[in-house]
């Protein structure tokens, strides 16, 4: 789990009398906490992107609610949840897909052949791009309460009574739903996934072609996959047993795009200002 440096009091402090340089600490410490959280949530990093903003706004704007009763981590995940689950008109385009639906795309179009990667270090990228999407995607096959518990729990592996203080739930309820969720995940990657179960057939490379001809991959415009990691080569040094959360928790975190940071100080200059 990635882990946010928490601001100190007197920085704390200093932002809510409105010092600009104590408030962009507080938001450059949580921004790639925010999008990643995101991201994860909602698959598209343009639509990661605008809630991540939203949510560092909301941040500084309700920062006289952290009482210090929590760490500051688990209130900005709880700022982040709340606007994640809540938000609707924003965030239309990560709409659930159920488990039937996601199956059939996983069997379909399966090519031993590349036709468009051009060289080896193509390839790579395209087959690790096919590997996150493809993971990122399978989240939303859970509902929105139960993708952020998973995301919390399974993930990130924050445990269920701090989980419970960022959902605003009992402990126990915390742990009946990512239960759920986790049986549902790990049925299907262990039943669909070659990475997970090298007994199935699909492959990341195989998906390659026909997700690019599905617009659902763009080879000039890859989303996820970065030149020095491959998550991949990760899963398959682990033991089977390990395999299903560790397509997930194997995946690199994305770093916050710096546009979004020059807009969120835009803000905060208006807002002192």
């Not at 990635?2 to 408030?23: C, R, V």
């Not at 500084?60 to 994640?84: C, D, M």
């Not at 590349?114 to 096919?130: C, D, I, M």
């Not at 262990?190 to 990475?195: N, V």
Request: include cysteine.
């Amino acid at each position: 789990m990635k882990i946010m440096n928490a601001p100190s009091n007197s920085i704390i402090e200093k932002a809510l009398s409105g010092d600009k340089t104590a408030l962009e600490n507080i938001i450059t410490e949580a921004k790639d906490l925010v999008y990643n959280l995101s991201l994860k949530m909602l698959l598209f990093p343009d639509d990661a992107k605008d809630a991540t903003q939203e949510i560092l706004i909301k941040i500084v704007t309700h920062l006289s609610t952290f009482k210090g009763e929590s760490q500051f981590q688990t209130w900005v995940y709880r700022i982040a949840s709340n606007y994640l689950l809540t938000e609707k008109k924003k965030l239309s385009r990560a709409i659930y897909t159920s488990i039937e639906d996601y199956a059939s795309l996983i069997d379909r179009g399966q090519s031993n052949a590349v036709l468009h990667a051009k060289n080896e270090g193509e390839l790579l990228l395209l087959e690790e791009e096919v590997k996150v999407s493809c993971t990122h995607g399978l989240l939303l096959c859970l509902n929105k309460k139960g993708r952020i518990i998973y995301i919390l729990g399974e993930i990130l592996e924050i445990n269920s009574v701090e989980g419970a203080n960022i959902l605003e739930i009992s402990a126990e309820n915390f742990r009946k739903q990512l239960s759920r969720s986790r049986e549902k995940i790990r049925n299907f990657l262990q039943s669909k996934c070659g990475l997970t179960n090298p007994q199935n057939p699909c492959r990341c490379k195989k998906k390659i072609d026909f997700l690019i001809e599905e617009n659902m991959i763009d080879p000039k415009n890859l989303r996820f996959a970065q030149h020095t990691k491959r998550s991949i080569d990760l899963v398959e040094k682990i033991d089977s047993l390990d395999r299903a959360v560790s397509v997930f928790r194997s995946v690199p975190n994305q770093q916050t795009p710096e546009t979004l940071l020059h807009e969120v100080k835009k803000t905060i200059n208006a807002i002192t200002t």
